[in-house]
């Protein structure tokens, strides 16, 4: 094995990147201005303990710690058993939410049931719906099946900086400046019901719908601060 990979599987360093990415979440969420805009249903559900799900774009996962309010309840949030995806649990874990990892191996009725196990203990559920691997906000009908099985409530969230840059990485994340910047969290529940019994195109029809939530939310964040909106890639 080489030394490279013994670093990349070995439980201490993963856990010193872990700490050192958690930093810089909290510099930047210390050095930012924000506004928090479209709270006001979800934090009242969770001061009563009602689970929900909330919806974001991978992109905007580097403020995800933040996207639900933790000292009025429990979250937890799905993940890819994979290194990278790996690496977001371990993050997300530093801020005190709970984590589930969705391998290959994992069947989805399995992930469903252990899901549908957390809203009944209510603890609300996040995912990012393009994740693990995309394509970049092309929404998975994951959301809407756990809508469904569920009955609970959808929140679309998101985040955006008035400075930061993106990544090169398939979902071009969003990397925030880590001083003097300017940020807006926003929060808006998507009102559709997904029927017991919907049919496949019905079902297509639904997650279109969320796809269209979760950009134009995204695209009144950007706006918000004076960000370009997000562009397809050509």
Known sequence: MSLRKKIADSESALNWA???????????????????????????LADQGEPVI???????????????????????SITSAARA????GRVQQQFGMD?????????HVALSREVLGKMKQGISIGIAADGPRGPERVSSTVPLI???????RVFG???????????????????????????????????????????????????????????DITAEADRLVGRKPWSPKS
């Not at 984590?99 to 069947?107: D, E, L």
């Not at 969230?157 to 940020?183: C, H, K, V």
């Open 85 to 88: 995806g790996s690496m977001v």
């Open 157 to 215: 969230i998101t985040f955006s900086t008035r400075y930061g840059r993106e990544a090169g990485t398939w979902d071009r994340l969003l990397m925030p400046r880590p001083w003097r910047n300017q940020g807006v969290f926003l929060c808006r529940e998507w009102k559709e019901t997904v029927p017991r019994k919907a049919s496949e195109d019905q079902i297509e029809e639904l997650r279109l719908d969320l796809e269209r939530h979760m950009n």
């Open 18 to 44: 872990a700490r050192r990415i958690a930093s810089y979440i909290r510099i930047v969420h210390r050095n930012t201005t924000w506004q928090r805009i479209g709270y006001e249903e979800l934090d009242k």
């Open 146 to 152: 756990w809508a469904r099985s569920s009955g609970k």
């Open 54 to 76: 909330v919806v974001l774009w991978h992109q905007r996962l580097a403020q995800s710690p933040y996207f639900f309010p933790l000292e009025k309840g429990r979250i937890c």
């Open 99 to 107: 984590t589930i990892a969705m391998s290959s191996h994992k069947r």
